[in-house]
């Protein structure tokens, strides 16, 4: 047995939806006691750091329910079944933003909330993007705004609370570090 692993006696699913899984396991601990998990599945997700020709990030702005309020964000969306990590980020690049890439960078992959997800989101870099000629036609039931920032303005949004999640903090502290070579 591996240190500190839980092994599943059983599984029990809950719900299933369009985006997530629920399921509920009773592992049994290292100390050979029982506990119970509560577990989220799901496919995985991508973001792009999109970087202007006048070196400003490209973000989106929308609304999360689950929060009850707007976020400022990288573009980002969840992985399709079978879908390379790098081409879900051009197409989510060109949904959410109109711009589009053919050279990205992978930056790094983490879990989201280990706790009780196994999401994995896979950010990208690019500097070299281009707007459509045409738009692609984002999800219908996805409604963003596009915000063109500084580093030094996006690291003020994050001080006025306007920027919160996870992903898009990690983007701009890698930028500040790239900046501070």
Do not use: C, W
């Not at 929060?67 to 879900?88: D, Q, T």
């Not at 790094?108 to 692609?136: N, Q, R, W």
């Amino acid at each position: 047995m591996k240190k500190f692993e839980e092994k599943t006696i059983k599984t029990e699913k809950i719900f299933t939806g369009k985006i997530i899984q629920l399921q509920v396991d009773d592992v049994r601990l290292p100390n050979g006691e029982t506990s119970t998990r509560e577990i989220i599945k799901h496919p995985g997700a991508v973001a792009v750091i999109p970087i202007t020709k006048d070196n400003k990030i490209v973000f989106v702005e929308q609304y999360r329910k689950p929060l009850e309020k707007s976020l400022v964000e990288i573009p980002a969306g969840k992985l399709e079944a079978g879908e390379e990590p790098k081409s879900a980020a051009i197409r989510e690049l060109e949904e959410e933003t109109g711009y589009t890439t053919n050279d990205l960078s992978l930056v790094t992959s983490f879990y989201t909330s280990p706790g009780f997800a196994d999401e994995l989101i896979t950010i990208y870099i690019t500097d070299t993007i281009d707007k459509l000629a045409t738009p692609v036609a984002g999800d219908e039931d996805e409604f963003v705004e596009i915000i063109e920032l500084t580093l030094d303005e996006a690291k003020q949004y994050v001080e006025d609370g306007r920027i919160q999640d996870a992903k898009t903090n990690y983007a701009i502290l890698y930028l500040h570090a790239l900046e501070r070579r």
